[in-house]
């Protein structure tokens, strides 16, 4: 019992008893935590054998590690969840990317063409989430592709560095889609939703052989005075929760009022 999520444990026991007393067959899943700290997901079945005057006698039955299915089935919620979510921010960014477009342009026709190839952007960098998965990426891609419906006429706006480094297909996929969130935000009320914000994006990897981080870092500057959100949207968790468990390290979002920043630090 002592192995028992604690969330999972009244229902478990509860299960159990239910077993016991009625005789219907026990068919329960839960999660356990192992000795070394890590989160397992185990389903039960049994049956109860009785004496002849009906008394329980004993629970036969077996238990199969189900964790791997658990988490497909996690990572699937997530991803379908992310696909709503992503719906409805890309038509808001839709409408900032051509407000700031129709800013920066000189005429309507330049306006045009310019929300014409950002809008496309837009759409190759969602065929990079679904193709990516499969193949993994260069960062220095990811970053291109995902914000390039966001980058600014004169390409001053948003400025990228860092090494050549592959990364693999799940932290492709967590990274293009913190980015694009990130970026959502920034255009409707960071950095990137003004006349005069800017966005520095950088990565590197530090350390030496044996003992190497990657590190990567956004930051806003010169955008509204930031104040911490009331409550954490599905977005920010998002970015947050799935970016931490694909590069087993820490993925953190702040929010200093000089600006938003997002760090990842992680070994490599």
């Given at each position: 019992l002592q192995m028992i999520h604690?969330?999972?444990?009244?229902?478990?026991?509860?299960?159990?008893?239910?077993?016991?007393?009625?005789?219907?067959?026990?068919?329960?899943?839960?999660?356990?935590?192992?000795?070394?700290?890590?989160?397992?997901?185990?389903?039960?079945?049994?049956?109860m054998q009785y004496r002849a005057d009906g008394t329980p006698l004993l629970m036969s039955g077996f238990s199969t590690d189900i964790s791997e299915r658990k988490?497909?089935?996690?990572?699937?919620?997530?991803?379908?969840?992310?696909?709503?979510?992503?719906?409805?921010?890309t038509l808001a960014t839709?409408?900032?990317?051509?407000?700031?477009?129709?800013?920066?342009?000189?005429?309507?026709?330049?306006?045009?063409?310019?929300?014409?190839?950002?809008?496309?952007?837009l759409g190759a960098a969602h065929e990079l989430l679904v193709r990516d998965e499969v193949d993994g990426a260069v960062i220095g891609d990811i970053v291109e592709r995902v914000l390039a419906p966001f980058v600014d006429r004169n390409g001053k706006r948003i400025v990228v560095g860092g090494p050549s480094i592959r990364l693999s297909p799940e932290v492709t996929l967590a990274l293009s889609m913190a980015l694009h969130e990130l970026a959502t935000n920034a255009i409707k009320y960071g950095a990137l939703s003004n006349a005069d914000g800017s966005v520095?994006?950088?990565?590197?990897?530090?350390?030496?052989?044996?003992?190497?981080?990657?590190?990567?870092?956004?930051?806003?500057?010169?955008?509204?005075?930031?104040?911490?959100?009331?409550?954490?949207?599905?977005?920010?968790?998002?970015?947050?929760?799935?970016?931490?468990?694909?590069?087993?390290?820490e993925a953190k979002l702040s929010y200093p009022p000089a600006g938003v920043r997002f760090e990842i630090e992680a070994p490599i």
């Open positions: 604690p969330a999972d444990l009244a229902g478990q026991q509860a299960a159990v008893t239910s077993t016991v007393e009625t005789g219907v067959p026990l068919a329960i899943e839960y999660r356990i935590l192992t000795p070394a700290g890590d989160q397992r997901w185990i389903a039960i079945r049994g049956e988490f497909a089935e996690e990572h699937r919620t997530i991803l379908a969840r992310e696909l709503t979510h992503r719906v409805k921010n839709v409408g900032a990317v051509v407000s700031q477009t129709l800013r920066d342009a000189a005429s309507l026709a330049d306006a045009r063409v310019t929300v014409a190839g950002r809008i496309a952007s520095d994006v950088r990565w590197a990897l530090q350390g030496s052989d044996g003992d190497r981080h990657f590190r990567f870092a956004w930051v806003e500057h010169g955008g509204p005075c930031v104040t911490p959100p009331t409550r954490t949207g599905f977005g920010s968790r998002m970015i947050e929760r799935v970016l931490s468990r694909h590069v087993r390290g």
